[in-house]
């Protein structure tokens, strides 16, 4: 303060990262104000005023060290950024061994200082650190956090905050080697490729060398020409046998075009044939509306006509009100001489034949649903085909929200043989995609036409030789299924 530096004005203005220290008596702190030197060498209380700034800064040292004997040494360079830590830590700064130096610090007594207080800590820093780890991120992470602990302890007294640390490896001795290698090869091979430049410009300059070059040209042409006379003359006597081959090749041919003739008119005789089986399933289809629509208007019939007409179509009215209504069918499940197998049966050729309106097969859903949530008593097996059925209306009512699905995994869950769960799938895979079987479209649907095979095999080794008629079902969906595959192909 008697002799400030003369560049130095007379009002400095701090920022919010400039620190002023007046150093006399008793110590003083000026931040985020305006210091007028003049006034302040009057009033006579400072020998020294210390300017500081709290920006961050990035510096680095090179760091080495040995972990285990017989190791080549490991060497990095160690990045961090730094700061003074607020008008305290300007303070410690000032009262710091590095201040008491010169008048000011710099980066290499800061570096000196932390080389001096990690000296001793190297070891430990690069324990479980080798020459094949090194550079992995793990390592690197790990690394990088244990140096910044150790610098920030280092700071803690001079008032410097530590951050942002990171490890950049050297290249080993091995490496600097290969390196070396590589440099003095590519310096070999350019310099063996200007050689072979030189050279070639210096025989293509001799005349001699340049007449050689013509004879030996001269004479590859020649027999270049010789060798094409001698093709030449043979593809002439080759050429009757060829005429012959030609001819056997011709009948082979239409021998092949026969059964390519033969393979289409297999193919028409087939699609023929399940034109025929869809035609039939049609007019069983109508024959099962028109049954449909007999029973719709007996439901909307007096007692007495409805009588009437289940006599005249040969039903038994008990059976369908005891059996078939929705609001006994939790009864007679309870029947201690029920056939439940007989029961789903019924049940299901009554769906098939459209016997039941979409209401009284919701009410036979929600029944069925009540009953497996009171009766704690059914085995796996009756709950098995009890969610079978629950499968079956839902298929029936179209698969709403997947419960058909639902249904048929809990079933499969308890019994993964249960045919109705199975054969109700099939089915519903089945009439999903009608297109899937047309031969131009089947590769589409190969996924499909695959888990409907894997259906159909399963069925046929529950059924065995136990239902004739399911297994003569099963055969004529595998002969459609398996022509669909082959034209996916």
Same mark, same amino acid.
């Given at each position: 303060m008697?002799k400030?530096?003369?560049d ?8 919010v990262?400039?620190v +002023?220290i007046?150093?006399?008596?008793r110590?003083?702190i ?5 210091i007028?030197i003049?006034? $302040? ?5 400072y020998s020294r005023?210390i300017f #500081?700034d709290?920006n961050?800064?990035?510096s680095?040292?090179?760091?080495k060290?040995?972990v285990?004997?017989g190791?080549?040494?490991?060497k990095?360079?160690?990045?961090y950024? #730094? ?6 830590g ?8 590095l201040f008491?130096?010169?008048?000011q610090?710099?980066d290499a007594?800061l ?7 990690c000296s001793?800590?190297w070891k430990?820093i690069?324990?479980g650190v /080798?020459?094949g ?7 690197s ?5 244990r140096?910044?602990?150790?610098v920030n302890?280092?700071g803690k !007294? $001079?008032g410097?905050?530590?951050?942002n ?7 080993s001795d091995e ?30 300059a001799?005349k001699k060398?340049?007449?050689?070059m013509k004879? @030996?040209r ?6 270049? #020409?010789?060798n094409?006379?001698?093709?030449r003359l043979? !593809?002439? /006597? ?5 005429k012959?081959i030609?001819?056997?090749g011709?009948?082979?041919?239409a021998?092949l ?7 289409d008119l297999?193919h028409s @005789?087939?699609?023929e ?13 109508r024959?099962r509306?028109?049954?449909? =629509?007999?029973?719709?208007s +007996?439901k909307? +019939?007096t007692?007495a006509?409805?009588?009437a ?9 008990l059976k369908?009100d ?7 069918l939790v009864?007679? $499940? ?5 056939d439940?197998?007989r029961f789903?049966a019924d049940?299901?050729e009554?769906l098939?034949?459209?016997a039941?309106s979409? #209401?009284e097969?919701?009410?036979f859903?929600?029944?069925?649903e009540?009953f ?5 008593t059914?085995?796996?097996d009756a709950?098995?085909?009890i *969610?079978?059925?629950?499968?079956q209306?839902? *298929? %029936?009512r ?8 639902e249904?048929?995994?809990?079933? $499969?869950?308890?019994n993964e043989?249960?045919?109705i769960?199975i054969r /109700?799938?099939?089915?519903y895979?089945?009439n999903r995609h009608?297109?899937?079987f047309?031969?131009?479209?089947s590769?589409?649907f190969? %996924? ?7 259906l159909i !095999?399963?069925?046929?080794s ?5 239902? *004739?008629?399911d ?8 002969? =459609?299924v398996?022509?669909?595959?082959l034209?996916?192909?």
């Amino acid at each position: 303060m008697e002799k400030p530096p003369k560049d130095l004005k007379n009002r400095i203005s701090l920022g919010v990262n400039d620190v +002023a220290i007046g150093l006399g008596t008793r110590p003083e702190i000026f931040t985020n104000t305006t210091i007028k030197i003049k006034a $302040l060498r009057k009033e006579n209380k400072y020998s020294r005023l210390i300017f #500081f700034d709290s920006n961050e800064r990035r510096s680095s040292i090179p760091v080495k060290g040995i972990v285990d004997a017989g190791q080549e040494l490991l060497k990095a360079e160690v990045g961090y950024q #730094f700061r003074i830590d607020g008008d305290i830590g300007a303070l410690k700064l000032s009262e710091s061994i590095l201040f008491s130096k010169e008048d000011q610090v710099s980066d290499a007594s800061l570096k000196e200082y932390i080389r001096e207080y990690c000296s001793g800590h190297w070891k430990s820093i690069f324990d479980g650190v /080798t020459q094949g780890n090194r550079r992995e991120v793990e390592t690197s992470t790990r690394v990088s956090a244990r140096i910044e602990i150790l610098v920030n302890s280092a700071g803690k !007294d $001079l008032g410097l905050v530590f951050s942002n640390v990171s490890v950049r490896w050297r290249a080993s001795d091995e490496e600097l080697s290969t390196h070396n290698r590589k440099r003095s090869r590519d310096k070999i091979n350019k310099l063996d490729s200007e050689l072979e430049k030189s050279g070639t410009e210096k025989l293509l300059a001799d005349k001699k060398f340049r007449r050689n070059m013509k004879k @030996r040209r001269t004479q590859t042409l020649q027999k270049e #020409f010789e060798n094409q006379e001698s093709e030449r003359l043979k !593809d002439i /006597t080759r050429g009757s046998e060829l005429k012959e081959i030609r001819h056997e090749g011709e009948k082979e041919h239409a021998l092949l075009q026969n059964e390519e003739d033969l393979k289409d008119l297999q193919h028409s @005789r087939e699609m023929e044939r399940q034109r025929e089986r869809m035609n039939l399933n049609l007019e069983v289809e109508r024959k099962r509306s028109e049954i449909r =629509i007999k029973e719709e208007s +007996a439901k909307t +019939a007096t007692a007495a006509e409805r009588l009437a007409i289940y006599e005249a179509q040969g039903i038994d009215p008990l059976k369908i009100d005891k059996i078939y209504g929705p609001e006994s069918l939790v009864l007679n $499940l309870n029947g201690t001489d029920v056939d439940l197998n007989r029961f789903i049966a019924d049940i299901r050729e009554r769906l098939d034949s459209g016997a039941h309106s979409a #209401f009284e097969i919701d009410a036979f859903i929600s029944n069925l649903e009540v009953f497996i949530t009171n009766d704690m008593t059914l085995t796996s097996d009756a709950l098995s085909d009890i *969610y079978a059925i629950l499968a079956q209306f839902h *298929y %029936h009512r179209g698969n709403k929200e997947g419960k058909m699905e639902e249904y048929i995994t809990k079933s $499969l869950s308890l019994n993964e043989a249960n045919p109705i769960s199975i054969r /109700t799938k099939l089915d519903y895979l089945w009439n999903r995609h009608p297109q899937q079987f047309s031969p131009r479209k089947s590769i589409k649907f190969k %996924h499909q036409l695959e888990e409907i095979r894997d259906l159909i !095999d399963k069925l046929q080794s529950i059924y065995g030789s136990s239902s *004739y008629q399911d297994m003569q079902d099963m055969m004529e969906r595998s002969n =459609i299924v398996s022509e669909a595959l082959l034209n996916c192909r």
